[in-house]
């Protein structure tokens, strides 16, 4: 059974950084294209980046209000996706989830993690 | 960037009855060289992670009920279910993966009436 677990999230003040991760089992981890997507407290779901597999380039995409701030890698070896969050603003507050597409849709999510930014 | 647009935001159905949630793609998701609608519908529990239901605009994920169903092209899409059930109370996004920022629609409430 495919399985997407998440780590690392908690409390962070305004101009700080945390290091997520997502620890993936079940599945081929090196084929499939590992994204995040984040979910603001009683919001909509936002596409926050992805990274493609190492046969399809390896190269990471983001959204607009977290480029530059965030980079999303993997470690193959390990089976497991990060996403490091600089320069924290209080918007980036949310429920952060880690998905798995073979290659697009997202077919397998994690439970979440909760990021919360505040002074 | 594409702006997905879904109506409406929110739906009351009778158990039984069908349900209709529409989905509007500011441009085509169509990619012309395999003809396939870059298009997902995800169905997200209070308190649980979004699940995967519909991906190329009408390919029904495993294990999906035969009641859920995706159809349209291009810039208009729409998930049916055919017959509410109780458990199908929830709110539906859908993602076009077409080109990125792989955008995602504002969601539907679907309760039951």
């Known amino acids: 059974e495919a399985q997407l677990v998440e780590s690392g999230g908690g409390l962070v003040k305004p101009g700080g950084s945390l290091r997520l991760s997502c620890a993936a089992s079940?599945?081929?981890?090196?084929?499939?294209?590992m994204s995040w997507v984040r979910q603001a407290p009683g919001k909509g779901l936002e596409w926050v980046g992805h990274i493609k597999s190492k046969a399809d380039g390896g190269t990471t995409a983001y959204a607009a209000p977290v480029k530059g701030r965030f980079t999303i890698s993997r470690d193959d070896s390990k089976n497991t996706q990060y996403l490091q969050m600089d320069s924290l603003k209080t918007e980036d507050t949310a429920v952060y989830y880690c998905?798995?597409?073979?290659?697009?849709?997202?077919?397998?999510w994690g439970q979440g993690t909760l990021v919360t930014v505040s002074s | 960037d594409i702006v997905m647009t879904q109506s409406p935001d929110s739906l009351a159905v009778s158990l039984g009855e069908r349900a209709t949630i529409n989905c509007k793609s500011s441009q085509s998701v169509l990619y012309s060289s395999n003809n396939k609608n870059y298009l997902a519908w995800y169905q997200q529990k209070p308190g649980q992670p979004p699940k995967l239901l519909i991906y190329w605009a009408s390919t029904r994920e495993s294990g999906v009920p035969d009641r859920f169903s995706g159809s349209g092209s291009g810039t208009d899409f729409t998930l049916t279910i055919s017959s509410l059930q109780a458990e199908d109370v929830a709110v539906y996004f859908c993602q076009q993966y077409y080109s990125s920022p792989y955008s995602f629609g504002q969601g539907t409430k679907l309760e039951i009436k």
């Open positions: 079940g599945f081929t981890f090196t084929t499939a294209r």
């Open positions: 998905t798995a597409g073979f290659p697009y849709s997202s077919s397998y």
